[in-house]
């Protein structure tokens, strides 16, 4: 285990989480959006826990999400997090999670316990284990990480929103605050490849790690409104995302 990378992507994790608070309160007050929730603040217990189990496993392939799903990160601060998944993959347990500083009605926060699993994080950490094995044996092969960490939502229903369809000044230095923290994670852990889960991701680390020598490459999103990861039951997305993993060490 690389303490000192932990240490330093916990740091880096604790920039980011006050950076982006202030964008998202600038952004609320421009009303681009509605509400926002920032889980880096509110789950930053298990949060921390995750980089404390896989950023120094020693992994040079980072899986990049776009930002978190609403049963997922949003309620565990955890990329790609589902209730089962925290809980009997990863260990992750017993954790405080507090609640956004304006709840909306329609999103509660559940925490560890969250009631709905996160289908994505089912899918994607599940066909982890099988290939890789235990947490320790995935994270020495791959770390996941999402782009932006804030969940958008609009309407009376807080219909969720990903940032790429979201406009304005403030929400562009959002993202690219959201660069420079990929840029630090590359950096501190060695990375020398990036996949991003989807083609959103990708585009970001091409941008944002342009002339840094770093493989990029994508895999379909696993998410249950993706046509392709629906295709044949499955077994398509699993055949196109283990195509653009690193081979189990």
């Not at 509605?34 to 298990?46: C, D, G, K, Q």
């Not at 950023?55 to 209730?83: D, S, V, W, Y």
């Not at 092969?141 to 940032?163: K, Q, R, S």
Request: aromatic share 8%; proline share 6%; charged share 25%.
């Amino acid at each position: 285990m690389n303490n000192m990378a932990v240490k330093l992507l916990i740091k880096s994790a604790i920039r980011l989480k006050e950076d982006v608070e202030k964008f998202a309160d600038k952004m609320i007050l421009e009303r681009s959006v509605e509400a926002i929730y920032n889980p880096l603040s509110y789950a930053w217990n298990p949060h921390k826990a995750f980089i404390e189990l896989g950023g120094g496993g020693g992994a040079k392939t980072l899986l990049l999400g776009m930002n978190p799903g609403p049963h997922g990160m949003g309620q565990m601060g955890i990329p790609f997090a589902a209730t089962s998944i925290v809980r009997d993959l990863l260990e992750i347990k017993d954790l405080e999670v507090y609640q956004p500083k304006n709840i909306h009605p329609k999103r509660l926060i559940g925490g560890l316990n969250w009631h709905k699993e996160e289908i994505s994080g089912t899918r994607l950490w599940n066909l982890l284990s099988n290939f890789y094995g235990n947490k320790d044996e995935i994270f020495a092969n791959v770390y996941v990480l999402n782009h932006c960490p804030l969940m958008f939502f609009n309407g009376p229903n807080a219909t969720n929103i990903t940032p790429d369809k979201i406009s304005g000044s403030t929400v562009k230095k959002l993202i690219e605050r959201c660069d420079q923290h990929l840029r630090e994670v590359i950096e501190i852990m060695d990375i020398e490849e990036v996949v991003g889960i989807g083609k959103y991701s990708e585009r970001r680390a091409k941008i944002a790690l342009e002339g840094l020598g770093i493989n990029i490459k994508s895999c379909w999103h696993p998410s249950p409104a993706s046509p392709l990861a629906n295709k044949n039951k499955g077994v398509d997305w699993r055949k196109n995302i283990i195509s653009v993993l690193p081979s189990p060490k």
